[in-house]
């Protein structure tokens, strides 16, 4: 396949960026985006061009480190990662626009890399529950009704890579948020810090710089893990309870 | 945003049977547009209901705008570079005209009371005491009838997706059953309420509904 690339290049955080293209041939509809990025990088690296930074990590779709807007969509035209789309939902002869995650809360820090440490610091500020240090206690002692396990479970398979934030036209984290409230908030563990989690959570979220959620549901259609709407229902919900309780 | 909201859907409910009372003759019309103003008498003043309706909207507007141009303002600020390619190929186009769609809707209701309401402008030159008159001369003038129609087409768009955002932020649509309710509910919301204001203005126009 012969492609045409027009990728994102910004020496650093301060610098003005622009969209640069090239030209990249021999590329197998066997590879995965990210391998077609490699091989990119070692013909800039031969002509003594710096290479594009990307983020990546286990390459597995289950680490959440890779990123990428691909024309237009995060993550590209598949439900997947980025590090699990591979060149032949391509065709031979396409232009390919790579740009990266584009929100205030994810600064640019070289190219396509974007630092998501905003996600680090909603988590930190409630995203978590808390428990004795020691000996892990026996997974059967507390008894979760296998509903509330399951959407507990399907939600908390986000990985935090911020392609809902990428994808929103407002440019808010309300799926993330969701995902991580109705995970916690689902199972018994997460019960005694439920309503402090929720008000706190989405305080953080907004002093971010995220924007606020209309509902338009790009976001659930981005998500590489399928997180249903449905969250940002129960994270709202939660919210009102909360705040109804003097929270 | 979503309480104001559903305010306005009770509210542009209400109003919209009201129209439909035309169909029914000038004396009919006129007798449920003066009985709006007597409603509750002696008990309360004349027009003392319609008051506290008028009051209860104008809160709910303010706060319904106020709302929107924070989420406007938060919005822009959440990203400043735009991006040079960007599909939206999860969403409705009613999701996406909801700000433009309700700067139309407001300035057509400013529009709307200063006809209507405030000043009373009958531009065929009749009554202006008279409501159906009114109502009756001015649909047939046809370019006032086409701005009526393209505000019900920016409502219709509007209440589609406002009903079923209104259910999420509110919390109520935490299964995807109850998503797929909500969303059926703003296409049913949307039709009724779009299409039952459209009625009047065209059997006016094709001189179904004359004076």
Redesign the interface.
């Known amino acids: 396949m012969r492609l045409t690339l027009k990728i994102w290049r910004q020496a650093n955080a301060t610098a003005d960026g622009s969209l640069k293209t090239y030209e990249l041939d021999g590329v197998s509809e066997d590879m995965s985006f990210l391998e077609m990025l490699d091989v990119l990088n070692e013909k800039l690296n031969t002509e003594g061009e710096d290479p594009v930074a990307f983020d990546h990590d286990c390459r597995e779709g289950i680490c959440g480190m890779c990123s990428l807007m691909i024309n237009g969509e995060a993550h590209g035209p598949e439900v997947t990662t980025t590090c699990q789309l591979h060149m032949r939902s391509f065709n031979d002869g396409d232009t390919i626009t790579i740009e990266p995650w584009r929100a205030g809360a994810f600064p640019i820090v070289k190219d396509l890399i974007v630092d998501r440490s905003a996600f680090d610091r909603i988590i930190a500020s409630g995203g978590f529950i808390s428990a004795n240090t020691g000996s892990a206690p026996e997974a059967n002692s507390v008894p979760a009704p296998r509903d509330k396990a399951m959407r507990a479970f399907n939600v908390a398979t986000c990985i935090g890579c911020g392609a809902c934030v990428a994808a929103c036209p407002n440019g808010s984290a309300s799926l993330f948020l969701g995902a991580k409230i109705t995970h916690l908030g689902e199972l018994p563990q997460g019960q005694p810090e439920r309503w402090d989690r929720v008000v706190s959570m989405v305080g953080q979220h907004d002093a971010e710089g995220f924007g606020g959620c209309t509902n338009i549901g790009e976001c659930a259609g981005a998500c590489p893990k399928e997180i249903p709407l449905d969250v940002i229902s129960q994270l709202n919900k939660d919210l009102r309870t909360a705040l109804k309780h003097g929270h | 945003m979503a309480s104001t909201g559903l305010v306005f859907i009770a509210f542009v409910l209400l109003h919209m049977y009201g129209n439909l009372h035309a169909f029914a003759g000038e004396e009919n019309f006129n007798e449920y547009a003066e009985h709006l103003r007597t409603i509750g008498e002696p008990m309360v003043p004349y027009g003392g209901v319609l008051w506290i309706i008028r009051i209860v909207l104008i809160v709910s507007l303010v706060a319904h705008v106020w709302s929107a141009s ?2 406007w303002r ?2 822009n ?16 186009l009613s ?2 005209t ?1 700000r433009w769609g309700g700067v139309t809707i407001l300035l057509f209701l400013i529009w709307h009371l200063l006809e209507f309401t405030i000043g009373k402008v009958n531009v065929a030159g009749g009554a202006t005491n008279n409501p159906y008159e009114l109502l009756v001369d001015s649909f047939q003038v046809w370019w006032l009838t086409i701005i009526y129609l393209v505000a019900m087409v920016a409502l219709g768009l509007h209440l589609h ?1 406002g009903t ?2 209104a ?10 059953m ?2 797929r309710r909500a969303k059926i509910a703003g296409w049913v919301v949307a039709v009724v309420i779009a299409g039952g204001f459209s009625l009047v203005p065209l059997f006016t126009l094709f001189g179904v509904i004359t004076y």
């Open positions: 924070q989420l938060r919005s600020e959440a990203r400043r570079t735009r991006y040079a390619v960007k599909k939206n190929v999860h969403s409705s999701s996406r909801m997706h079923w955002s259910m999420q932020t509110l919390g109520f649509t935490g299964s995807p109850a998503r």
